[in-house]
Structures are given as structure tokens and as C-alpha cells.
């Protein structure tokens, strides 16, 4: 199996989800281009929701009309089917549908029971077919959820049985307010892949507790090779109580390159996108490593 990690840049999506002051179009645009610039290759960089429901992202449309796209795979949530059709309008290369595990979180979060996200699955995978788009699906909540507790794997079986028999192949397992530990990651990877081994699987980890960089490496020992991150660790769901960012982009890239994993983007360059976003929002992120500089940096000694 290759060494080779695929990171996906949530921050435009993720990131900018859960901020109450508005961002300007144009500095949304500004920040991922940057994000692009410093080498990575695929992100999501919106969703198609309710503006309602997500105010901050209502200008979806005129993000993904204005990224510079070339080179990249361009992603976007999307909750139903209005948001599916609007993503193919927009002409995405990727439509990710989000489900959870949870069937309250699903309903504070979607509105709607879990059967009826699968319902409207049947319809938006033939829909996806038909217009030649990838379509994935990533299932929120699927370590636990901060209603109704930590999961078993079965529950996650369970969904992924009837995900299968639509025809879905790509799944992204997530863990939307950062429950899961190393152990249970590697379970559910292990008995995911092997029950499902046409499948692929993705992970999007939350740094809630301060797991995210151990479940990251925890899921590649397992055999994920894509995972989802944020620049500055910036992220979090606003239907789930508690919720913080995401594994930080550049910390995840920081770790993977001096392992000697391989990886398409340039840490320091990340690392300068970091330190504008938080200049643009003006508080401190919870980033490591745009604070303390690469592992490799040496300081000068200062003569007294
Ligand atoms: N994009 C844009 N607008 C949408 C939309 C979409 N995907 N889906 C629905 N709407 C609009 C409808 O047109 C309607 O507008 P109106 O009030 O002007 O007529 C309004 O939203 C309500 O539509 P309805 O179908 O009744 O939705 P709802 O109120 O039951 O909300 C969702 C359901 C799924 C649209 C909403 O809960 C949502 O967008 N959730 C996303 C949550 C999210 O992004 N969480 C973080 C990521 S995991
Ligand atoms: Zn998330």
C-alpha cells in the first residue's frame, strides 16, 4: 500500500461554517486561493445549505464562481436534495452528502430522520450518475454523538449496509465533535474496510479533546490514506453543542512530512495562510505550529 497521504482542505467549508461575523466573498476567496497556492490539491470549499440554517455560507455560489480551480478537485456539502442540484449547477467535481449516525443530531442538524437521508440518498446517486459527478457520503457523528453517547460499530454497519446496497462507494467517516479515541478508530477502520473492501474510506477528525492528531495516525496504521483538514484547525458544527475546529492542516502536514510520509502541500506556505486567517478574524487559532514554526527551524543565539 502506498505511504502517499491525500489532505482535503475543509476550511471553507468547516472553517468558515460556524463564524458569526460575516467574512467577505472576496476574503473567503483570498484565503483558499492561498490555501491552493501552497499545494493542495482538493478541497471543499462550501456547501450548498440554507442560508437560514448557515448564514456565513450564502455566497456558495459566488465562491465557487471565483476560485482559481485548476488542478484542483473541488468538493461541497450538501444536506438534500435542493443542495444537490445546486452543486451540479455550480459544476462540482465532488457532491458530499452528509448523514449522521445520530438520529437527534440528524434532526438538529438536517431536519430530518436518518431513514429519510437515505431515502433522498437513492435519488441524488442516480442524479450524480446521470451528471457525471462523484458522489460521497460522509457520515456525521459516527464514533458518538454528544446526545446520545459513544457508538459501537454495529450502528455504523447497520447504515453503511444500506448505503451499499444504493450503490455508494465512497464513505467519510466523521467524527463531528472529536469522541473518538485511537482504539476505536482502528476498530471501526479495520472492520469497516474489511466488511466493505470496494469501498473507499476517508476521515474527517475533530480536535475536540485533543485527539485529533493521534486519531489521524491512528487511521493511517489502519489503512485510510484521505483525510479532511482545516488550516489553523478553524471549524466545528453549530448543531452540536461543545463542537471546536478541526485536525489543524498544517499541523497534520507538519507531522506527515517529517515522518516521511509524502504529501502534496508545502507546510510553510500553509503555515503563512494560517497566520492571514487569523489576522483576517482577529483572535488567536488554535494552530501549533504557525505559532512555535517548523521542527526544522532554528533559532539564533542571541549574544548578551
Ligand atoms: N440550499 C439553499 N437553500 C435551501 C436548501 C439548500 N440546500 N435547502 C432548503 N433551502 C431553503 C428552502 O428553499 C427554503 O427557503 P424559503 O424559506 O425561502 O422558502 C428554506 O431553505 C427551508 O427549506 P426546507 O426544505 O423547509 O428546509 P428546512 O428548514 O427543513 O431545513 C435543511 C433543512 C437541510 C435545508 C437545513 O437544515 C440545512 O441547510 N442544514 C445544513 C446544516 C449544516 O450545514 N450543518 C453543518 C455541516 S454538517
Ligand atoms: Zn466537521
Not at 448523514?99 to 430530518?112: G, L, M
Request: hydrophobic share 40%.
Amino acid at each position: 500500500m502506498s505511504k502517499k497521504v491525500y489532505l482535503t482542505d475543509v476550511t471553507g467549508r468547516d472553517g468558515f461554517q460556524m463564524e458569526k461575523e460575516w467574512i467577505e466573498t472576496e476574503e473567503k476567496i483570498s484565503i483558499l486561493n492561498q490555501i491552493i497556492q501552497a499545494g493542495v490539491t482538493r478541497i471543499e470549499a462550501t456547501s450548498f445549505v440554507s442560508p437560514k440554517a448557515i448564514p456565513q455560507l450564502k455566497d456558495a455560489k459566488e465562491v465557487i464562481s471565483s476560485l482559481n480551480r485548476k488542478g484542483i478537485e473541488l468538493v461541497t456539502l450538501v444536506p438534500n436534495l435542493k443542495g444537490t442540484e445546486l452543486a451540479i449547477e455550480a459544476d462540482v467535481d465532488e457532491i458530499n452528502f452528509v448523514v449522521s449516525i445520530s438520529e437527534t443530531h440528524n434532526n438538529k442538524n438536517v431536519n430530518q430522520s436518518v431513514g429519510d437521508s437515505l431515502e433522498q440518498i437513492k435519488i441524488i446517486h442516480q442524479l450524480a450518475i446521470d451528471h457525471h459527478k462523484r458522489l460521497n457520503i460522509s457520515l456525521g457523528t459516527t464514533f458518538g454523538c454528544p446526545f446520545e453517547g459513544i457508538y459501537q460499530v454495529d450502528k455504523v454497519l447497520k447504515v453503511m449496509g444500506r448505503l451499499d446496497s444504493i450503490g455508494v462507494d465512497r464513505i467519510t467517516l466523521a467524527d463531528t465533535t472529536g469522541m473518538a479515541n485511537p482504539k476505536q478508530i482502528i476498530l471501526f477502520v479495520k472492520t469497516l474496510k474489511a466488511a466493505y473492501p470496494n469501498t473507499h474510506f476517508s476521515l474527517h477528525l475533530h480536535n475536540t479533546r485533543g485527539m485529533g492528531l493521534t486519531n489521524l495516525y491512528a487511521g493511517y496504521q489502519a489503512g485510510i490514506r484521505h483525510f479532511d483538514a482545516a488550516i489553523g484547525g478553524k471549524g466545528g458544527c453549530p448543531f452540536a453543542p461543545g463542537a471546536t475546529g478541526n485536525v489543524c492542516l498544517e499541523d497534520v502536514a507538519h507531522m506527515l512530512s517529517f515522518m516521511g510520509i509524502p504529501i502534496d502541500p508545502d507546510v510553510r506556505k500553509l503555515t503563512e495562510a494560517a497566520k492571514n486567517l487569523e489576522t483576517l478574524l482577529g483572535y488567536q487559532l488554535p494552530g501549533q505550529v504557525m505559532k512555535a514554526g517548523l521542527a526544522s527551524d532554528t533559532t539564533a543565539i542571541e549574544s548578551h
